[in-house]
């Protein structure tokens, strides 16, 4: 490219950061014989979606843009607290859902929040971790974002299983649960709350809810992962051993958390022997 080509490119060019919240399930049989239903006709891209919806866009466009504002979209200068917001106090939240929900033998999100003692224990890992552990955008209450969040996850029409949000938790978790973790422990704050989160993966890559059903490990890192745990030692500190060994996953630093590792190892522990329902009821 030019020189001259390059520099118009640099300052006549912008790339504004988006971020874009809706809960879209994947589609099943049922989706596309009720958009049949609905529509006279097959649609075989059919989807299903909440009524909720958020679109939020860096308003850095060099030749102008559409009033998209008068259609709800949020402008700002930065996309990354909103970004942020939605990754821990609604993912890291969905998949804390839906690890304990598979493994209490739930079949959707919805199904996973009326198990007892369950909402409460979201609701404190939002207050008490996931809000201190970053600056939300101006203007939103993490604890009131959250509410929202478990209104809409209770939604029984959007049948959301879990399993599919359960997918690919190798590649999640650092996103959703992870960064919030390294940022309390970089604070000399207790993870405790997140630290249930990722026991209940471990939990879920040991492929059998409480009630003896397997459930599917379906991940990127699928046959590392059981290779690790074959390798381990079969108890709730060996699981941990194996699977924090996994860089791809786990920093080296937040590895070598011994009181994370603590308190992941003793929620393993109580989720082994007691199962989702007791280890809840039991939450402190």
């Not at 299903?48 to 679109?55: N, T």
Request: proline content about 7%.
């Amino acid at each position: 490219m030019p020189d001259a080509t390059a520099e118009r490119v640099l300052t006549a060019v912008t790339c504004p950061g988006t971020m874009v919240d809706r809960i879209v399930p994947a589609s099943t049989d049922a989706t596309r014989d009720t958009a049949r239903r609905a529509l006279g006709v097959t649609d075989l891209a059919a989807v299903a979606a909440e009524p909720w919806s958020q679109w939020v866009i860096e308003d850095d466009f060099p030749g102008g843009r559409p009033a998209w504002e008068r259609s709800g979209a949020i402008l700002t200068g930065d996309a990354g607290p909103w970004e942020r917001l939605k990754l821990r106090a609604l993912n890291g939240v969905h998949s804390a859902t839906a690890y304990l929900g598979a493994l209490a033998g739930a079949e959707t999100v919805a199904e996973a929040l009326t198990l007892p003692h369950l909402e409460a224990v979201l609701r404190r890992l939002v207050t008490e971790e996931i809000a201190p552990s970053f600056t939300p955008p101006p203007g939103v209450d993490v604890a009131d974002y959250g509410e929202q969040v478990l209104a809409r996850f209770g939604n029984p029409t959007i049948r959301h299983r879990t399993w599919q949000v359960a997918m690919d938790g190798s590649q999640k978790l650092p996103q959703r649960v992870l960064h919030t973790v390294a940022d309390l422990r970089a604070a000399g704050r207790s993870a405790r709350w997140s630290a249930l989160v990722v026991a209940a993966w471990l939990r879920f890559l040991l492929g059998y809810a409480d009630d003896g059903r397997p459930l599917p490990l379906d991940d990127p890192l699928a046959d590392r992962l059981r290779a690790a745990l074959a390798a381990g030692a079969h108890t709730p500190a060996g699981v941990v051993d194996a699977v924090f060994a996994l860089r791809e996953v786990f920093p080296a630093g937040l590895a070598a958390d011994d009181e994370f590792r603590a308190d992941v190892t003793g929620w393993l522990t109580a989720l082994e022997r007691h199962g989702v329902r007791a280890t809840l009821a039991d939450a402190r």
